[in-house]
């Protein structure tokens, strides 16, 4: 289980419990002034400008590789080209207590997906499903995923409803992966009909094919994985039947992508 709940300590049993370290729900960790504090006090360094807090957040980030993290979470979100002198502007008003704005966003969001890059680890990012969901639209992260082409992403919830977005930023990107976490809840159908087309357009390698998503309730989980099983045995199951796909491709494709690319994607030793 791949772990996100802010923190890389904690997590037990460890043997099952991965940490991915980054934004929780409706807390934008890396351009929040309370954690730039918090690791400001932990590592014994200053964060009385941009570019001392980007010296500390890569020096946190290299820790929390050492303490055990296997990828670092961030969330789609409106973002312009990374203009470092702007954003050094807006984060001297965030220190005297403004919100942070975009440019800042953008740089320190910029710069978390290089140093992911440059350290050898993932990038999930939530894209799509709640609220105002143009705010987490994933063709907001196109330009990030081109820009770093070292750095692999992993782009959770297939950014519904722009499912097939992802589908083609997957496709277009050698560094970018399809995740189905929460996807067969919140649409079986939308998402069985995605799986025909992610195996018309995307490497077999290139899917992650289910993600319970769950904060509590670890009964739910097996009901979700039952929901993700009958949904893909469906979406299979017509392929077989057009003959466009072999009983024994499909047992090998579907270990891919319940299993092998998952643990390939975040270096997990299974």
């Known amino acids: 289980c791949l772990v996100q709940n802010g923190r890389v300590e904690g997590q037990q049993p460890a043997d099952l419990l991965t940490p991915v370290q980054g934004d929780t729900a409706g807390a934008p960790m890396f351009w929040n ?4 504090k918090a690791i400001s006090a932990m590592h014994k360094m200053p964060i009385d400008t941009l570019d001392d807090y980007l010296a500390v957040l890569a020096v946190h980030m290299q820790d929390s590789v050492k303490r055990g993290a296997m990828g670092f979470k961030l969330g ?34 910029d710069f978390v997906c290089a140093t992911a890059g440059r350290l050898g680890k993932t990038v999930a990012v939530h ?4 609220g105002d969901y143009r705010t987490n639209d994933p063709k907001l992260i196109m330009d990030a995923v081109m820009r770093h082409p070292q750095t692999r992403f992993d782009i959770y919830h297939l950014g519904f409803p722009s499912t097939r977005d992802v589908i083609f930023i997957v496709k277009n990107n050698p560094n970018a992966w399809a995740n189905l976490c929460w996807s067969w809840i919140v649409s079986p159908t939308i998402t069985r009909e995605a799986v025909n087309e992610l195996l018309d ?19 739910c989980v097996y009901g979700h994985l039952q929901m993700a099983r009958e949904g893909l045995a469906e979406a299979f ?14 047992r090998h494709i579907l270990k ?13 030793s299974l």
């Open 33 to 36: 002034l309370d954690y730039a």
């Open 76 to 109: 789609a979100t409106p973002m312009v080209a990374p203009d470092r002198n702007a954003a050094r502007t807006e984060y001297l008003e965030v220190l005297k207590g403004a919100r942070a704005g975009i440019q800042l966003h953008s740089v320190v969001w």
């Open 127 to 130: 894209t799509g499903v709640w």
């Open 201 to 219: 357009l995307v490497p077999v390698n290139k899917v992650t094919a289910f993600g319970a998503d769950y904060s509590f309730n670890v009964e």
């Open 237 to 250: 199951t017509d392929r077989i039947a057009r003959g466009w796909l072999g009983l024994d491709d499909a």
């Open 256 to 268: 891919m992508w319940l299993f092998d690319n998952p643990a390939s994607l975040y270096g997990l």
